[in-house]
């Protein structure tokens, strides 16, 4: 299994940012995929999820209306739209997906890719 983060970088306050993370070693239709992001000096959040099909998203307060998930499932990759970039949204992206494999449930993070936004 692979998750491989890009499109993180350096970004003034009010622009825009795409994330891509893509995917392998599993079925990547079947699964909901999430991104996770750690701020300096704190523990790591949800940012946004989105079902197997993207039929259904999820979104925390702080970047709700700001950001939209979305997957190309014919790629194997979910994306992360990031809008209206604010100095607190600087930290590192990460993928997950949680996987049924065998008899049991994995954790599967990416490596992360970083954004920040400063002016």
Known sequence: VQLVESGGGFMQPGGSLRLSCAASGFTFSSYGMSWYRQRPGKERELVASITS?????????????????????????VYLQMNSLKPEDTAVYYCYVYLFLGDNWYQYWGQGTQVTVSS
């Open 53 to 77: 099909i993207g039929s259904i998203t999820d979104y925390a307060d702080s970047v709700k209306g700001r950001c939209s998930i979305s997957r190309d499932n014919s790629k194997s990759t």
